[in-house]
């Protein structure tokens, strides 16, 4: 035994203000049809209204899923912030499927939001995504991605110039790869197999090149002690996905030590650990991947997880703060700029650095009420810093421990 750890939203529109009658939380929306009366007519107005005030903050969450492991813990952390700041928040699960994120921007600005923060799955749909929101006059901010610069440059500058898209929260994703790679690496393991979920998704790309770094840097230090990483096999973002991909890459390699689930919200990572259970191959076969699991203490300790990294929930918070303040009027002239936020990742390789994590990420959120209010009123460049400052021993302190 080897191992030594192992989404279109109904609208009422109300004279001059469109006013999303749905309740907040919901990516599947409807309403009643209108009424030919015109007085009935005037009292859903009026009943719209006491709904939503003219000065009530509005803001949208386009996301792969809500539901998901990681989708989950970051609309918990958001739906607080919104219950502390007094803000109505709704949600659409687009799956990052490409037509149904460039949908749900229009679906949210529809719905009245006067902000939208979005985890698209390709820089391309940003090109619809910006322009909707340039249109109707509504703040964008991106969470867990970034334009490329180098590989979308006319995106980019469509970004930078909207006088309406603020920037993006993401994580260093090349230096988050290669750090997963080097715990497979220190523990002997040498066929890496390796799972993706959508090509041509930034993060996605961002990872596999840190991976891929990692690799190449080992076996430049170790002539006699190479090591390889398979090629992708992609699992979109489903358990069943990932189940099917770690299969075919056991298959394809009888010698395989470890697996590598890129992420995808947590669940192919789920799928892929069935796999190699089923296979009873737990023992010989190493995994590390990107979102923390619920039970990932567990698999720390029985050998069944490597390492992973994640605590990143937060991220879609600080898109969250930065579109909230644009709203307020606290944070102005976006065009020509392009505000590029780092977040950083946690990473955990035992059952004991996970139990950390637990006590103040899972079992309690990292931001109380109180908090979190604070956070709204900080300026960007003081948000920026919170965002680079969240680690396990920031939470601890915060919490008096």
Known sequence: MKKILKKVAAVLLATTMVVGLTACGSGSDSSEPASSDSSDAAQSTDDAAATTAPDKIKIGVSI????DVLGSQCKKILDAAADALGVEVQYVDQGH???KVTA?????????????????????????AIKTCDDNKVYLAQFFRII??????????????????????????????????NILLNNGDRNIGLIGWEQGDATWLGRWEGYKAGVEKWNADHPDDQAKLSE????????????????????????????????????????AIAAVERAGKTDSIDIVSTDFLPDLGERLANGSMAGESGGHYCDPLISFMMVYNAIKGNYTD????????????????????????????VEQLPYTA?????????????LKQTALSVSIEDAAARSGN
């Open 64 to 67: 792969w899923s809500s539901t």
């Open 370 to 382: 109180d908090e979190l209010v604070e956070m709204s009123n900080e300026s960007l460049d003081e």
């Open 148 to 181: 490329s610069e180098e590989n979308s440059a006319d995106i980019y500058k469509a970004a930078t110039d909207s006088a309406y898209y603020i920037g993006a929260v993401h994580e260093d994703e090349p230096a988050n790869g290669e750090a997963l790679v």
């Open 232 to 271: 992708p096999q992609y699992a979109g973002t489903t358990s069943e996905g990932g189940s099917k991909a770690a299969e075919a890459l056991m298959a394809a390699d009888p010698t395989l030590d470890a697996l590598i689930p890129a992420g995808g919200g947590g669940d192919p990572l789920q799928g």
């Open 97 to 99: 499927v490409s037509e």
């Open 334 to 361: 976006f065009a020509g700029k392009f505000e590029d936020v780092p977040f950083p990742y946690l990473y955990v390789s035992s059952a004991d650095d996970y139990a950390d994590y637990e006590k103040y990420f």
């Open 104 to 128: 749900s921007v229009e679906q949210l600005v529809a719905a009245g939001c006067q902000g939208i923060i979005i985890c698209n799955s390709s820089d391309t749909e940003m090109t619809s």
